[in-house]
């Protein structure tokens, strides 16, 4: 299923510690002669935040470090949920900002850094038969939640790979051709997506955004060049494409129950 996954908000002491690290480069860059660096234009932001609503430093890192979700017509919203669990916005992985801060994967269980965490996020295909990919690169959200694949060569490929028996009932599902969103919507297992808009910038040609970096493009535009500043994106009627990501949401529990039986 898809699901809305929590993001990341700072502790008071977190706050203090953030505010009192950026002023301490600040103040670096301003006695080295830089005093548009990001510290400082970012001390400004908060500073005159602070005034501004006459609050705390706490109140203010927090209320301006805490990402906003909004509507396709909100100007003030950081990511646009465009349904439970699928957000457009300007991360590139959006994994940092979940509270769910855990790398899971297959090497990494027993580390003692999982210990007392809930749940885990990482990339679907480090365990998952039926997800075709994890990152890649599309025109529109729809355009990949609408993506149909008989995940059956991908899926063996695995399987064997991990050297685990397909039976029957896998052998049905590897078959099955569904929409990636249905299998998204319907599975009991937990996702998010997220997605990037890269915009063209015509400006720069031979430098910028390269394809190849990126995972599969299941868009419709031909690509013609290594650059997306190089490309004539006419055929779509757009000015920039979207990167994304799909996040599994695990419990502990749950990936040291399937680690143990991988062994």
């Keep these: 299923m898809l699901v809305k996954p929590k993001f990341k908000?700072?502790?008071?002491?977190?706050?203090?510690?953030?505010?009192?690290?950026l002023r301490t480069y600040a103040e670096r860059d301003t006695s080295e002669g830089r005093e548009n660096s990001y510290y400082n234009t970012r001390i400004r932001e908060i500073d005159s935040y602070m005034e501004k609503n006459k609050i705390t430093v706490v109140e203010a890192v927090n209320q301006l470090t805490t990402i906003n979700i909004g509507t396709e017509n909100d100007?003030?919203?950081?990511?646009i949920e465009k349904e439970p669990?699928?957000?457009?916005?300007?991360?590139?992985n959006i994994e940092h900002d979940f509270d769910y801060d855990v790398r899971g994967n297959f090497e990494n269980l027993r580390d003692p850094k999982?210990?007392?965490?809930?749940?885990?996020?990482?990339?679907?295909?480090?365990?998952?038969h039926m997800i075709p990919f994890d990152y890649g690169?599309?025109?529109t959200p729809e355009q990949l939640l609408e993506y149909k694949f008989t995940p059956g060569d991908w899926g063996r490929y695995v399987l064997n790979n991990k050297k685990l028996k397909i039976t029957p009932e896998i052998e049905l599902e590897l078959e099955a051709e569904i929409t990636l969103?249905?299998?998204?919507r319907n599975s009991d297992r937990k996702f998010a997506v997220g997605f990037n808009p890269i915009k063209q910038d015509p400006e720069n040609p031979g430098g910028g955004w390269r394809w190849h970096k990126w995972g599969r493009y299941i868009g419709k535009h031909d690509i013609c060049c290594e650059y997306l500043d190089?490309?004539?994106?006419?055929d779509i009627n757009q000015n920039y494409i979207l990167v994304f990501h799909i996040y599994e949401f695990k419990d502990r529990e749950e990936e040291i129950i399937e680690q143990e039986i991988k062994e």
């Design 9 to 21: 908000s700072m502790t008071p002491k977190e706050c203090n510690e953030y505010y009192n690290r």
């Design 75 to 79: 100007t003030n919203a950081d990511l």
């Design 85 to 92: 669990g699928v957000y457009v916005g300007s991360w590139i």
């Design 114 to 128: 999982f210990f007392g965490k809930s749940m885990s996020n990482c990339y679907p295909s480090e365990w998952n």
């Design 137 to 139: 690169v599309c025109d």
């Design 181 to 184: 969103g249905e299998y998204l």
């Design 230 to 234: 190089d490309e004539d994106l006419s």
